[in-house]
């Protein structure tokens, strides 16, 4: 397209935008004081940044449809053709265990509290990246599943003065169950209303948190929750967050490591055959609704256990914590990183929790960031920022070696 | 499972029925508040159902920022009727043309919505799109938020209390008169328009076959943009209507909002448009019903409950057809 052309679709765009956004950015009313403000400034904002923001858009939208019709695979992210190198991969993850190992000793005890919450959102995306990303099951209620395993630990300990090592496991089963039980009436559903129910049942676990005042100390919440203890010693409340930090650490090498063997399992293919193609999978005789139950209930394993953690850590919960707008970071976490990508949802966690935590004065736009990103990722890069390779299989023939690469991630 | 659904319902209704009866009996005033108070309720719910149910049944999406479409229709309405009333102009051309630009104002909100966050991932997935959805509506909520306030803003109500109406409006006020005759007089205009208009037989074209009707010379492009601005209109009408009845609205009203009225859209069966005008009375009626005589706390597990119990025993709503997955 020439440029002319160009410039004058831009600027097409740029004032459909002053126009559109005119009432709600220019005027600020306040009818409680009655007043109204008139910013005109904003004005000029919204037509220069929608203007270079329409032609970037064109731009990349023509690539993304010219790539398209190519059918050019496109290249194995960088960071997997470097892990899969070996003379790169050792000094990497060395240097990664030692950052990460020194990290609560150099840095204060603010900036460890910020990377263990941080570190529970891996954990999370992880545990819905096999949800979602795995096994394409789009679940917007999530965080009930944080919920169950944060009140576990409360109200056990409250109770029953159990300790966090034994709540630990036991709010994985608890998580494992509260998956099976919410799943087996909704997974019967096509996606999209399965998005809707589970969106449902994550309120419906909030409310009754909110209300049922006998159970759960209603919105007032439950304080005073024990740190974990190492062997029965109770460590002061700087070494508690390095301990946590430390328990965050093996959970997360846990999780990485246990979902590394699921994908590459029988049950993991069979996740991601699902997500790609449903009949086709049935055909080859997989039980479509055991494995999408276990995908779900393994999920929910992780959520709740990162609830235990979390409550653990911050020694209070109450139901605010776990809205749907937690499930949708989490979600976003998952999206922004790549789905089906472990590398991807890592990374993702980290960005996406630990730049507005030291961006403060843009910590406000977060949701809005997280929002337009989540549809220009879907639009340009729907397997997201680094997005997952399959394995690659070599065949050795008796002649010659042959190598044939199963295609990535692309998923149609 | 055929059986047990009958028997449930037919339990269910039984139960339900001889309920109504004994409060009916027991204190009619009561009664006729509540389900008057419902009909209102389940009025606002079909102008938002509206538009989910014919996104739905053009191109298979639920359309999560409906919702905010239907919130910034109210936010115009609002930003619009307080400058002009500042302005000192007479209340009843602020009232026509604050419904106008609210109604304009939605509809180009959704046509911008399709073309930046759904056209693109026509062939894409379905997953893409309803993330791609999600996305969009916490965008649109963080937007108003941002450039607004967060806070509840008073609504200085538009409709005014009728003088005719004094006798009734201890049953029902004039503002809910006013909710129910207009979302009536949307539904017949929108039925007359996708009857008998060019774009409504396009409409319904495109709704049954896709490629089909593009064969015939229907820009199926323009149909949904069409479906999309039509749906936001009626949106942008509830929302003016439901701030008038509230008197209070802020940037998160479209969520919950939304949510329900999908909910109503899937109780009707989604993708047909009287389904969803009977599944939002209903839904209206009954949630009146239960947050009057049972628990008002749990007025939204209530909806998401008949959701869950809807999609389990009979997915395709009350008047929706059953239609098998094609491979």
């Known amino acids: 397209m020439p440029i002319k052309e160009q410039l004058k679709q831009s600027l097409i765009f740029a004032f459909w935008f002053m126009i559109l956004t005119f009432p709600i950015m220019v005027i600020k009313v306040n009818t409680i004081h009655n007043t109204i403000v008139f910013r005109w400034a904003n004005l000029l904002w919204v037509g220069v940044l929608s203007f ?113 090592w034994m709540v630990l496991p036991l709010s994985a089963l608890l998580g494992t169950m509260f998956g099976i039980l919410l799943g087996y009436p909704v997974l019967r559903l096509r996606g999209d209303y399965l998005a809707i129910v589970t969106l449902g049942f994550g309120e419906i676990i909030r409310i009754v948190l909110e209300n049922w005042d006998e159970f759960s100390n209603g919105p007032r919440g439950i304080s005073d929750i024990p740190a974990p203890t190492f062997f029965g010693h109770q460590f002061n409340q700087d070494n508690t967050m390095i301990y946590i930090y430390f328990i965050v650490i093996a959970l997360v090498l846990m999780t990485i490591f246990f979902v590394n063997r699921l994908e590459n399992s029988k049950i993991g293919r069979a996740w991601i055959a699902l997500r790609d193609d449903e009949i086709a999978c049935q055909a080859m005789g997989i039980d479509k609704f055991k494995t999408k139950l276990t995908a779900f209930a393994l999920g929910a394993t992780w959520a709740a256990m990162g609830g235990v953690i979390f409550a653990a850590k911050t020694s209070y919960i109450n139901p605010m914590s776990f809205t749907i707008w937690e499930s949708i970071t989490i979600l976003c976490v998952v999206v922004i990183g790549g789905m089906g990508s472990a590398v991807g949802v890592i990374a993702g966690a980290l960005v996406l929790i630990l730049l507005p935590e030291y961006l403060r ?8 960031v997280f929002g337009a990103l989540q549809v220009i990722v879907m639009v340009f890069k729907p397997d997201g920022l680094i997005k997952s390779v399959r394995k690659v299989y070599t065949f050795k023939t008796s002649q010659e070696p042959q190598q044939e690469k199963i295609a990535h991630g692309t998923h149609t | 499972m055929r059986w047990i659904s009958i028997l449930l319902g037919l339990a269910v209704t039984g139960i ?30 079909a102008l938002i159902a509206l538009g989910y149910t014919m996104v739905y049944g053009i191109i298979q999406l639920i359309n999560f920022a409906h919702g905010e479409i239907y919130m910034i229709g109210a936010m115009t309405a609002l930003i619009v009727a307080t400058v002009l009333g500042m302005w000192g102009w007479n209340t009843a051309v602020i009232v026509i043309l604050a419904f106008v630009f609210a109604i304009v104002y939605s509809c180009a909100y959704g046509f911008t919505v399709e073309k930046i966050a759904y056209k693109p991932l026509r062939n894409a997935p379905r997953l893409s799109a309803l993330i791609s959805a999600i996305g969009m509506s916490l965008f649109l909520q963080n937007y108003v938020m941002l450039a607004q306030t967060p806070d509840f803003l008073p609504f200085h109500s538009l409709i005014p209390d009728f003088q005719f109406w004094e006798p009734f409006a201890h049953i029902i006020t004039s503002v809910e008169i006013t909710i129910i005759i207009t979302t009536v007089i949307v539904m017949i205009l929108l039925g007359l328009l996708i009857k008998f208009t060019r774009i409504g037989k396009a409409m319904r074209a495109t709704a049954q076959d896709k490629v089909m009707a593009a064969l015939l010379g229907i820009n199926v492009n323009n149909v949904i943009s069409a479906t999309f601005v039509v749906g936001s209109a009626t949106a942008a009408i509830g929302g003016v209507l439901i701030a008038c009845h509230v008197g209070q609205i802020n940037f998160y009203i479209g969520f919950l909002a939304g949510l329900k009225a999908f909910i109503a859209a899937v109780l009707g069966g989604i993708g047909s448009i009287p389904g969803a005008v009977l599944g939002s009375l209903v839904l209206g009626i009954s949630e009146s019903f239960f947050t009057g005589y049972f628990w008002s706390e749990y007025e939204d597990v209530f909806a998401f409950t008949i959701l869950v119990v809807i999609l389990i025993f009979r997915p395709s709503g009350i008047l929706g057809r059953h239609d098998a997955q094609k491979v």
């Open chain 1, 361 to 368: 004065a843009v910590a406000e736009y977060r949701m809005l």
């Open chain 2, 16 to 45: 339900i029925g001889f309920f109504a009866v004994r409060e009916l009996l027991m204190d009619p005033m009561y009664f006729f508040e509540l389900f008057l108070g419902g009909l209102t309720r389940g009025s606002i719910y």
């Open chain 1, 52 to 164: 270079f923001a329409s032609w970037l858009w064109n731009y990349f939208l023509r690539r993304t449809e010219a790539r398209k019709k190519s059918d050019v695979d496109e290249d194995v992210p960088l960071i997997h053709q470097l892990l899969q190198n070996n003379r790169f991969r050792r000094p990497f993850l060395g240097l990664l265990a030692a950052f990460f190992i020194a990290y609560p000793f150099v840095f204060p005890m603010y900036h460890t509290s910020i990377m263990i919450s941080a570190l529970v959102y891996v954990m999370l995306g992880l545990g819905l990246n096999i949800v979602v990303g795995l096994a394409g099951l789009l679940d917007l209620g999530y965080v009930a599943f944080y919920a169950v395993g944060a009140y576990a630990y409360a109200l056990l300990n409250l109770h029953f003065g159990l300790s966090f």
